[in-house]
């Protein structure tokens, strides 16, 4: 039987847990709409292609926002799909500060429970994820009220260049292998 946490039942983390996030690597990222409506566009054309709805836009917006709010992010492929959004962000954490830096925010808040592991206050792929999904929504609102993300996102460590080469491959691709998505309804 499954933990409950205030009454509710809980999913346990789908993350590796002996990963740190804020790790300088390159991360596979999928997020999906909620039930996986299509909210961003629709894929048209024998040469399939997705045409963005403003949706759509402001969901390919947002992604290319993020290294002005993150800079230790580099972006690579990224596509937005009719019902999910995949990306490769590559955590580049060059760390540059001088020695009388401000302090970082952990340093001045507790964190609630989690006390200094509380992943916001730190330089992860879930606090890029948490800015880029809840920017995304607080703007598609204003179009579609009933706009939402699923809760979670889906991640992938990539360990090799064969790899990197393998994923950025199937995101480039991924209009032409629209009807045989798992993503696709």
């Not at 509380?118 to 579609?144: D, L």
């Not at 993300?149 to 260049?161: G, K, L």
Request: hydrophobic share 35%; glycine share 4%.
């Amino acid at each position: 039987m499954a933990d409950k946490y205030q009454n509710k039942y809980r999913i346990p983390s789908a993350r590796l847990k002996t990963w740190d996030y804020s790790s300088n690597a390159a991360y596979f990222i999928t997020i999906c709409t909620k039930n996986r409506e299509h909210f961003f566009g629709e894929i048209i054309g024998n040469e399939p292609t997705l045409q963005l709805n403003e949706l759509g836009k402001l969901a390919n917006q947002f992604w290319y926002e993020i290294p002005n709010h993150f800079p230790f992010i580099i972006l690579e492929a990224f596509i937005v799909m009719p019902n999910h959004v995949h990306g490769i962000l590559i955590i580049d954490n060059v760390e540059t500060r001088l020695i009388a830096s401000l302090p970082t925010p952990s340093a001045n808040k507790t964190g609630g429970i989690t006390g200094d592991k509380n992943p916001m206050f730190h330089e992860n792929i879930s606090r890029v994820i948490r800015w880029y999904k809840g920017r995304c929504a607080f703007e598609m609102r204003k179009i579609h009220a009933d706009f939402n993300w699923q809760t979670r996102f889906h991640d992938h460590i990539i360990r090799n260049p064969e790899s990197f080469a393998r994923i950025r491959n199937y995101i480039q691709n991924n209009p032409l292998n629209w009807s045989e998505d798992t993503f696709y309804s």
